[in-house]
């Protein structure tokens, strides 16, 4: 008996950045090309050490409330980004540190798009996980930088050379 092939997927990282839908919206574009699946992830962890102690408890989520908005953010954010493309999108949210959730879901994967914000003059700066996918994937792993902030309608300021400014 034979095992039904499966299509190869672009795995991508996806969070609330803008890098994160550029990439996104990068996946899906190459992926007919590739004859791949889009998969997008949202790794997510539970609050609880990062919410203070003292903190009255009505102030701290259960897990299935974070779980619950972990999944509405990636829905949303697929929705809003691909809007009638979403439907061809295979999205997966899955427990645990962003860099080692990715590096897992891409195991076997076609590529690992992610997005990165030039945080730097001088070129792209890899966020830790970013890094850290980059590091150890064991596939390619595409970085897709977030829009430029002239895209968006607004005038990049330089330094004044000729006035000795800079």
């Known amino acids: 008996m034979s095992v039904p092939a499966t299509r190869p997927a672009l795995v991508v990282g996806v969070d609330v950045s803008e890098a994160a839908a550029a990439a996104l919206r990068r996946a899906a574009a190459q992926a007919p090309a590739l004859g791949a699946e889009v998969v997008a992830v949202h790794a997510w962890e539970r ?13 701290r989520p259960t897990p299935d409330e974070e779980r619950i908005a972990a999944a509405r953010l990636l829905a949303e954010t697929v929705r809003r980004v691909l809007g009638p493309r979403a ?3 295979r999205a997966e949210l899955v427990e645990g540190p962003a860099a080692r959730v990715l590096l897992h879901r891409a195991r ?13 003059q001088d070129g792209p700066a890899a966020g830790p996980v970013g890094r850290e ?4 994937a064991t596939v ?8 430029a902030v002239r895209d968006a309608g607004l005038a990049v300021v ?4 000729r006035a000795g400014i800079g």
Do not use: D, E, T, W
């Open 108 to 120: 076997g994967a076609v590529l690992l798009v992610l997005g990165h914000s030039a945080h730097h």
């Open 140 to 147: 390619p792993v595409v970085a897709v930088p977030a829009p």
């Open 87 to 89: 439907g061809g999108v």
């Open 158 to 161: 330089r330094p004044l050379r």
């Open 47 to 59: 609050s609880g050490p990062r919410i203070a102690p003292y903190a009255p408890r009505s102030a």
């Open 133 to 136: 996918c980059l590091r150890r």
